[in-house]
């Protein structure tokens, strides 16, 4: 018997597959992943001013990528926890530290700004997003201030863009290059997407792998894919895995929105197999 860890990429132990994530899946907060249009109205009052307002517009993504937490139209929520508090340096040489909250089908983001060369902290933002039952659209709140006495209020709605212009797409998973005679028990496959094109939906066993256990981590722009089976030839003609991804309308992805950045194999005795990136073919169809 053996186990696929797949979290440091070795296979030993009982049949069961390990979770790919650190993270406690008990909370699952991918329902909230996507693209989302955004609409909204910004009004800001400064003293010995008049108070302004501007309109705010753009598409943004909520996903669980935590490097591109920094950025203006994406939102980094944890994969799995109900609360996370980090930090980052924005685009603009300021430092933010952040707390996300998730609770139903609401999350809360509330920010402290620290800035060279004035009083800390520089400003405080707190944001609201309120979904709807279907996690398709929904209001936000938001409400800040700053060292100079500005305050700002934002009100705006938004609404998701994933869709189905021609269907789902399905991503066939086969190995190459494999010796002959190499009998593989378990892969560790991660492939990044364009997460304003697809969204990933589900993954199934390939015509090599039937009746393998398959446990698919997405965190919104990239999905890793662990697969226990007994036994199969690698160098067999065949796909070992099938993954399918939601279209983003009005967007006709390529292969060339999708990347295989990581991959790796063992045999049935729970040894590394020399598997990598190099030894796996993807191609996508429409169906």
């Not at 935590?66 to 799995?80: C, F, H, T, V």
């Not at 800035?115 to 800390?120: A, D, L, Q, T």
């Not at 003609?237 to 991804?245: E, H």
Request: net charge negative.
């Amino acid at each position: 018997t053996w186990e696929a860890d797949f979290d440091d990429a070795v296979c030993s132990g009982t049949w069961q597959a390990s979770p790919i994530s650190g993270n406690d899946t008990s909370l699952d907060n991918s329902r909230f992943y996507g693209a989302y249009n955004y609409s909204g109205t910004d009004t800001e009052s400064c003293p010995n001013s008049e108070p302004s307002t501007t309109s705010e517009t753009g598409i943004v993504t909520i996903g669980s990528d935590y490097s591109k937490r920094a950025g203006d139209d994406y939102i980094y929520i944890p994969s799995s926890e109900s609360s996370e508090t980090f930090s980052f340096t924005h685009k603009d040489g300021y430092y933010i530290s952040r707390t996300v909250t998730i609770s139903g089908d609401m999350i809360h983001i509330q920010d402290t700004g620290e800035c060279s060369g004035v009083p800390s902290p520089c400003f405080t933002n707190d944001m609201v997003l309120n979904f709807n039952d279907t996690y398709t659209s929904g209001t936000s709140d938001i409400n800040g201030s700053d060292f100079e006495g500005c305050q700002w209020t934002e009100t705006g709605n938004f609404t998701r863009v994933d869709g189905t212009a021609t269907g789902p797409i399905t991503m066939t998973i086969r190995l190459i290059g494999v010796p002959g005679g190499t009998t593989l028990g378990g892969l560790d496959i991660t492939i990044d997407y364009d997460e304003t094109k697809v969204s990933f939906n589900s993954v199934g066993a390939g015509t090599l792998t039937p009746g393998a256990i398959i446990v698919p981590n997405d965190n919104g722009d990239t999905v890793r894919v662990g697969l226990i089976t007994d036994g199969f030839y690698g160098a067999s003609s065949g796909s070992v895995a099938v993954l399918t991804f939601d279209i983003i309308e009005p967007n006709i992805p390529t292969i060339e929105d999708f990347t295989v950045t990581m991959a790796s194999a063992c045999d049935l005795m729970g040894f590394d197999a020399g598997i990598d990136s190099s030894n796996i073919s993807i191609a996508i169809s429409d169906n």
